[in-house]
Structure formats: structure tokens, C-alpha cells
Nanobody, 117 residues
Framework: QDQLVESGGGLVQAGGSLRLSCTAS????????MGWFRQAPGKEPELVTS??WHADSVKGRFTFSRDNAKNTVFLQMNSLKPEDTAVYYC????????????????WGQGTQVTVSS
């Protein structure tokens, strides 16, 4: 399994913005469907977004993008709310179906996002 390397995250006030980055190997990047999950304390992990889908809770606020030259995907998070507080994980799966089912081939190390009210 290929390790995805995340960066970004941190502490921000409600209404603020953060951007997460995730870099994969060229092989993983070219063969995978990439997405972002998050896990809040005491909750199950949830898929937040991929290049073709967004959770209702983040529509209009979070944007998935990618830089193919750098094998990197991004999660731009705007208008952050306290309920967005979670550990965010980059994920790579073989196809969108498996991504949505949580059948993940590679994970990032996770990065903490904390939104204060």
C-alpha cells in the first residue's frame, strides 16, 4: 500500500478557511479515485468529498481540486463551522464505488481540523 502524505489543517475560527493537501505516488495517483474522509470524536468516519461528489453537509463550502503535475489533491474548506471539527484523511480507492463503500487502498496519516465558535 502506498502512503499518502497530507499537509494543512489546524485551528481556525468559525467562518474561516483552511486548505488541506494530499500527495500520492505517481502510480497511485494515476490509478485511483481520490477523496477525503473525516472522523469526529465518537463518530464513524464519513466521506466528505471526491472529484465527483460532495456530502450535503459541505456543499457550497468545500471544494475538491487536483494538480495532476504534482500528483496532489486539495480540499479547500470555506465558511467552516464547529461541526466540521474532525481528523481529516485523504484516501485512494480503485474506483468511485469502492471509495463510497470505504474500501480504501491507501490512507493519509490524518490531519486535525479544529473550528472554534
Amino acid at each position: 500500500q502506498d502512503q499518502l502524505v497530507e499537509s494543512g489543517g489546524g485551528l481556525v475560527q468559525a467562518g474561516g478557511s483552511l486548505r488541506l493537501s494530499c500527495t500520492a505516488s505517481a502510480r497511485t495517483y494515476s490509478r485511483s479515485t481520490m477523496g477525503w474522509f473525516r472522523q469526529a470524536p465518537g463518530k464513524e468516519p464519513e466521506l466528505v468529498t471526491s472529484n465527483i461528489w460532495h456530502a450535503d453537509s459541505v456543499k457550497g463550502r468545500f471544494t475538491f481540486s487536483r494538480d495532476n503535475a504534482k500528483n496532489t489533491v486539495f480540499l479547500q474548506m470555506n465558511s467552516l463551522k464547529p461541526e466540521d471539527t474532525a481528523v481529516y484523511y485523504c484516501a485512494a480507492a480503485s474506483n468511485p464505488y469502492e471509495l463510497h463503500r470505504g474500501q480504501i487502498d491507501s490512507w493519509g496519516q490524518g490531519t486535525q481540523v479544529t473550528v472554534s465558535s
